[in-house]
């Protein structure tokens, strides 16, 4: 079974032909979808809770993982919605960063130290990049991703600052893979750049984020297709 983490941009459409599960861990009570996609067994957890309501800065990815743990899954897609932090990647693209930011001191350990080396699983990274290029879905091949708190935007000063380590920024995805890396679960994530940061592009506007933000799902969950058939 092969884990998919998505945020934002879960639809309705997307849940067509899973089933919701509820997985009861060390640290309480999860849900997530499980069924086919493209024939492989997947589990599909919304990182914002069934509700979509659970704002960045209140997910609980420690159970989130522990769920995904539980289900014994092969390895982590990870879906986030971020906001690009160079004007020559604009939006709506994606990109497959090979490296991140986090400052947030999460892990699954609270009782040991556990010295675990973070990054992401170049292996799957590899088989993502093949599997969205063969269904001709471009994407940026590498970027450094740098995780906010949220769930606020960042203001100019933060984004002028974050430009100069980071190419994208957003509010979930670093967590996870820390905490995937210290559970031995092979993880890697494709971004949906869905806006500009704020100062870099101009005005930030809703209906502009949600337009880029449907197209890039679409295009995410066809690659996901052939991702899952590889893996």
């Not at 974050?162 to 967590?175: E, K, N």
């Not at 500009?196 to 005005?203: E, L, N, S, W």
Request: aromatic letters at 6%.
């Amino acid at each position: 079974m092969f884990g998919v983490i998505i945020g934002t941009g879960l639809r309705e459409d997307i849940l067509v032909g899973l089933s919701l599960a509820r997985i009861d861990t060390d640290l309480g009570e999860a849900y997530l979808y499980v069924g086919q996609l493209g024939g492989a067994e997947i589990a599909l957890l919304p990182r914002h809770g069934l509700h979509r309501n659970v704002p960045a800065h209140m997910i609980d990815h420690r159970l989130n993982m522990a769920a995904l743990m539980d289900l014994e899954v092969s390895g982590i897609l990870g879906i986030s919605s971020c906001g690009s932090l160079k004007r020559h990647i604009a939006p709506p693209s994606l990109m497959l960063p090979d490296d991140y930011i986090n400052f947030d001191p999460v892990t699954m350990f609270d009782d040991r130290i556990e010295n675990v080396l973070p990054g992401f699983d170049e292996e799957l990274r590899t088989v993502i990049s093949k599997a969205f290029r063969a269904t001709g879905i471009s994407l940026h091949g590498r970027g450094t991703y740098v995780q906010t708190r949220g769930s606020r935007l960042e203001t100019k000063a933060e984004v002028n600052m974050l430009a100069q380590y980071a190419d994208i920024v957003g509010m979930t995805m670093a967590s996870e893979a820390t905490l995937s890396k210290e559970a031995g679960i092979p993880f890697a994530s494709v971004c949906t750049i869905d806006n500009f940061a704020h100062g870099i592009g101009g005005y930030i506007k809703v209906e502009r984020i949600r337009a880029a933000a449907q197209q890039n799902v679409e295009a995410v969950w066809k690659g996901l297709e052939r991702v899952v058939q590889m893996v």
